[in-house]
């Protein structure tokens, strides 16, 4: 696997190693010896989750803060999303900073997003599966969240003359200046 830097030096850019001939391919999504090595720490995940959603569709922004702060190992398995994580950690040089990054079925990209950011994406095909990994158990009372069109954070989603289809949840999420957050 390919690990790339970006400009959140928490958050990973994840290429698998794929083969691929005329029969189609095989990829290791996952070994926990390979990732843990990566990352130089020991990551344990608990639960697996699996959304489909239509063109349009923004999830987010999300997480879950402590004492059930969540990591997140994101992947794309039909059709493409644009995908974003936001650093917010309070007592962090990049609180409030964002980068996003094309996951989709052809590129096989993974992005592990760990506990202090939110996460959100948008579905930039007619349909796109999406599957996760988290390190920690959903918990309610935990649950943040920030809203995804804050000026602050100002997220570039490439939306073109697509109005975003939303959650009532995320429609009502605070801003970036209102929002609870990690010390």
Not at 44 to 57: A, L, M
Not at 91 to 109: D, K, P, T
Not at 120 to 141: H, W
Request: proline share 6%; aromatic share 10%; net charge negative.
């Amino acid at each position: 696997m390919n690990v790339i830097p970006t400009a959140l030096p928490e958050v990973l850019l994840i290429e698998p190693k794929v083969f691929g001939d005329a029969r189609g391919f095989f990829m290791e999504s996952w070994n926990e010896a390979r990732f843990n090595e990566a990352l130089g720490r020991d990551v344990h995940f608990v639960q697996d989750n699996h959304s489909r959603s239509s063109r349009g569709v923004l999830r987010g922004l999300h997480y879950q803060l402590h004492p059930h702060a969540q990591g997140k190992l994101v992947r794309c398995v039909t059709g493409s999303v644009f995908d974003v994580a936001v650093d917010m950690r309070r007592s962090s040089a990049n609180f409030g900073r964002w980068v996003g990054y094309e996951l989709s079925a052809e590129n096989q990209r993974q992005l592990w997003i760990p506990p202090g950011f939110a996460h959100g994406f948008v579905v930039t095909s007619e349909t796109a599966d999406f599957l996760y990994k988290t390190s920690g158990r959903y918990a309610p009372e935990c649950e943040g969240a920030v809203r995804w069109d804050d000026p602050t954070i100002s997220i570039a989603w490439p939306l073109g003359d697509i109005t975003p289809q939303l959650s009532a949840k995320d429609v009502a999420a605070p801003l970036l200046a209102d929002a609870r957050t990690f010390d």
